[in-house]
């Protein structure tokens, strides 16, 4: 009916609907893979310069169970090691830490990982990332098990759900501050 349309809820469920057409129509595709009560939503990965030593990587994961889940890691075929790492700011400061003894998934829950938050990072990259591939990823759940999954190459504001014009902006200005940070940051190097 006219007067339910013109509800604030149903324009903001069309517009879902119409942004998630835009979404499948695209070069883009969202993707997503499921072992038992996880479920692993659009992995994607900002292309790489030719020589540069890491990539981060940016997916969710959702919860769809009654018990807590944790992340242990990962591996790929294109990097020595695929880490856990966070991102905090502190004041001006960021620092990344990388999580070494799992990522709780807690029951019911999604955990997003993203620019200037929980991120994986592929250290000592054997070959660029280049945007429009795809590059295989196991990742290994507590209780879940190991799930082969498929990382998209391609920029962040691509990969994002939140189509908004301003959230595009600060994900640009974060990506490239955690890129200039993964070069300096020592931590980040691969002993
Ligand atoms: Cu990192």
């Known amino acids: 009916m006219i007067n339910y349309l013109s509800t604030g809820r149903v324009r903001t469920c069309l517009t879902a609907g119409l942004l998630a057409l835009v979404t499948v129509a695209g070069p883009v595709m969202a993707h997503e ?9 659009h992995p994607f990965a900002p292309p790489t310069p030719p020589g540069a030593p890491m990539a981060a990587g940016y997916l969710e994961i959702i919860n769809h169970g009654q018990q807590d889940e ?5 591996k790929v075929t294109f990097a020595h090691e695929l880490q856990l790492h966070e991102t905090t700011v502190e ?10 003894d799992g990522l709780v998934i ?8 993203q620019p200037m938050g929980k991120h994986l990072m592929f250290t000592d990259l054997a070959e660029p990332l280049v945007d429009g591939e795809r590059k295989a990823a196991t990742l290994s ?3 879940a098990g190991e799930l082969e999954v498929e990382f998209a190459i391609e920029h962040a504001e691509t990969g994002s759900m939140d189509h908004d ?9 974060g990506d490239m501050k955690e890129e200039e940070m993964m070069k300096k940051d020592s931590a980040h190097k691969h002993q």
């Open 70 to 74: 944790r992340l242990l890691g990962g």
């Open 165 to 173: 014009n301003m959230d595009h902006g600060e994900m640009d200005h």
């Open 91 to 100: 004041g001006d400061v960021s620092r990344m830490r990388q999580i070494t």
């Open 141 to 143: 759940f507590e209780n």
């Open 33 to 41: 893979y499921r072992a038992g009560d996880i479920e692993v939503v």
């Open 106 to 113: 807690p029951a019911g829950s999604t955990v997003k990982f």
